[in-house]
């Protein structure tokens, strides 16, 4: 059974910085493209950033683009992302997510695409 743990969430002025991190249990890690959404309150969950197996390519949601990076350790069965210039709307529940199929990439923006998902972690952006 696959189990992703994110931590690094907190509260932040705007314009400041927070990284995120998430674990992931399972050898088959390096396999996987993962991604980071997010969900506000009273909003869609929504595409935030992504990452193939390598970590070659990376995807971006043109809300964050710029601002946030998104990297990985295989080593480390880890996953990061690093948001910068944070602004409220930033402000949601952010998840990571591990792709369903090995080696695969397309639809990498669609949730239904994730086959597990890590419980969250609350990034609050103060004005």
């Known amino acids: 059974q696959v189990q992703l743990v994110e931590s690094g969430g907190g509260l932040v002025q705007a314009g400041g910085s927070l990284g995120l991190s998430c674990a992931a249990s399972?050898?088959?890690?390096?396999?996987?493209?993962m991604g980071w959404f997010r969900q506000a309150p009273g909003k869609e969950r929504e595409f935030v950033a992504a990452?193939?197996?390598?970590?070659?390519?990376?995807y971006y949601a043109d809300s964050v683009k710029g601002r946030f990076g998104i990297s990985r350790d295989n080593g480390k069965n880890t996953v990061y992302l690093q948001m910068s210039s944070l602004k409220p709307e930033d402000t949601a529940v952010y998840y990571c997510?591990?792709?369903?199929?090995?080696?695969?990439?397309?639809?990498?923006?669609?949730?239904?695409?994730?086959?597990?998902w890590g419980q969250g972690t609350q990034v609050t952006v103060s004005s």
């Open positions: 997510a591990k792709y369903r199929t090995p080696w695969g990439s397309v639809r990498y923006f669609d949730g239904s695409s994730y086959g597990y």
């Open positions: 990452i193939d197996w390598s970590g070659t390519s990376t």
């Open positions: 399972g050898r088959s890690f390096p396999n996987f493209l």
